[in-house]
């Protein structure tokens, strides 16, 4: 595990770095558009990232956001933390409105369609997200909500 990962799981848990790291996700989010998706500054190798373009359920408008990832199978899979808020993030709610999104990684544009993922399936894919990033397990404690897991199908 690389440095600059480890003090990424280690300082992601702490509420300083969940703020600090919304101020980030603006730049994140321009970096992966100029880069076309090669590079999103939180991809570091222990943490994938990639960029999620949804469509805004209030403006019909795409929207995109840098997300850390995981996989089963062919699918990814992301989580709805939003660094720990009450709130779900609005990507999430796009999903819900609009399941059918692209997610640019390396470059390539991969079609998807969104599924939320509930009961034992949402316990596993959860489970291997906190494996991957534990502060999983902190913001869902801060945040006091159960959150959303997604399921990202390619089409």
Known sequence: MSALSSLARRLGPKRWFARVGRVFVPMDRLVGKLTRGRFVSMNLRELPAFLLTTTGRKTGRPRTQP???????????VVGSNWGQAHHPAWSGNLLANPDSVITLAGRHIPVRAELVEGPDRGR?????????????QYEERAGRDIRVFRLVPR
């Open 125 to 137: 894919l959860w489970e291997l997200m906190r494996s991957q990033y534990p502060g999983y397990a």
């Open 67 to 77: 997300l850390v990832y995981g996989r089963d199978g062919e699918a990814y899979v």
